[in-house]
């Protein structure tokens, strides 16, 4: 995968929006749109060709989890890579969202290393 | 003579002679008739007082539902509330600090730099007019590449530091939804005093059922100290958690 791939960050705080496509950029990833919630991505993915999402899962309207499975559910969309980016811990969430077939999953706080380390984790699954 | 039998007396005293009346001069229809209306009376009264026991305990009810809910938020909901607004006082003392830090880390690093840089700076204008002794110039050469091999170094430090910068602001995210949790908290409180003011006030009031925090939604950032159930310690856990199940 090259770095013109195309994502989508959505999160519902725009401070976090910011640092998650700043620490992107610094991976070399400089093509990065954001949205605030399921309810204006959703739309964004249909429309745009989009080659990795970023959601957060705790957001007013339509929370991440359903735009997961919104995305799995859209024939489109089915295959493209999920990464959960939140502060959902309870363990039953994390299940939940692997099951609706979310490709990772980074807790918050996190590290600028562990965002690198699982979008290449997704990439290379993908590539293989 | 007490008034409970003044007022007994007031009411029935006219109907228990009418009816003393008709039985004493035979006269049965009389008789039954005042009876019935006596029997009526009776009967409208103790319905009523059904009425009135029956909308007494439905209050009582109410209230008691009412009641329940305010101790439920004052004996588990405000301390959870307390907890997590001191947590959100904590993320914001970290994350200014680690700011700070990181600020105060690299101040040093670009100063030097820039002092460096002047110190080149005058032998570089008598390089560029060619009034360079050889000597100085091959101290210029020396001083020229440990400049740009510092520089090198002392600005990749400070480009790592701005980006700690960057992440440290992440705060911002996990504060605001602890505090988002604290005003749904407010909200149930302002709810459950405003039901039980009106109901005070007498006038009939319905219940709100509280919104119940929804997994499927998304509970916000765990709080040291507060019961979440099953929940991941950090990173580790997931990776373990997922790995687990095959991904």
């Known amino acids: 995968m090259s770095k013109d791939m195309k994502f989508l960050v959505v999160d519902d705080f725009s401070t976090m929006r910011r640092i998650i496509k700043n620490l992107l950029n610094d991976l070399g990833y400089a093509n990065v749109a954001e949205a605030d919630d399921g309810t204006t991505a959703l739309p964004m993915l249909q429309a745009g060709n989009f080659d990795f999402l970023v959601t957060d899962w705790n957001m007013p309207g339509m929370p991440g989890l359903d735009l997961l499975k919104a995305v799995r559910a859209d024939a489109r969309l089915a295959k493209l890579p999920v990464l959960m980016l939140t502060a959902e811990a309870k363990r039953e969430q994390i299940i939940e969202a692997a099951q609706a077939g979310v490709n990772g999953y980074v807790i918050k706080p996190f590290t600028a290393e562990t965002l690198k380390e699982k979008i290449n984790k997704i990439l290379q699954a993908r590539a293989a | ?247």
């Open chain 2, 1 to 247: 003579m007490n008034s409970g039998i003044t007022a007994l007396q007031k009411e029935f005293g006219a109907s228990i002679a009418a009816l003393a009346g008709a039985l004493a001069a035979g006269h049965e229809e009389l008789f039954l008739s005042e009876l019935d209306a006596l029997m009526e009376r009776r009967e409208k009264q103790l319905f009523g007082e059904l009425r009135k026991l029956a909308t007494g305990l439905q209050t009582a009810l109410l209230r008691f539902s009412i009641d329940s809910r305010l101790v439920d938020l004052a004996e588990k909901g405000i301390p959870d509330a307390r907890h997590r607004l001191d947590h959100v006082i904590k993320l914001t003392d970290e994350a200014a600090h680690r700011t700070m830090d990181l600020v105060e880390r690299s101040g040093p690093l670009a100063e030097r730099t820039a002092a460096r840089a002047g110190e080149l700076v005058a032998t570089w204008q008598r390089f560029r007019a060619r009034s360079i002794a050889v000597d100085d110039f091959r101290r210029m050469i020396q001083a020229m590449d440990a400049f740009l091999e510092a520089t090198r170094v002392d600005m990749e430090k400070v480009r790592g530091n701005l980006a700690e910068v960057l992440l440290a602001q992440g705060y911002q995210d996990l504060s605001g939804q602890i505090i988002r949790g604290v005003m749904q908290l407010v909200g149930e409180l302002e709810s459950a005093l405003s039901e039980l003011l009106r109901l005070s006030a007498g006038s009939s009031a319905r219940r709100n059922e509280a919104s119940r925090t929804d997994v499927r939604r998304g509970l916000g950032p765990l709080v040291p100290g507060i019961e979440h159930g099953a929940a991941v310690s950090g990173q580790q856990d997931v990776d373990a958690l997922l790995s687990g199940l095959g991904m």
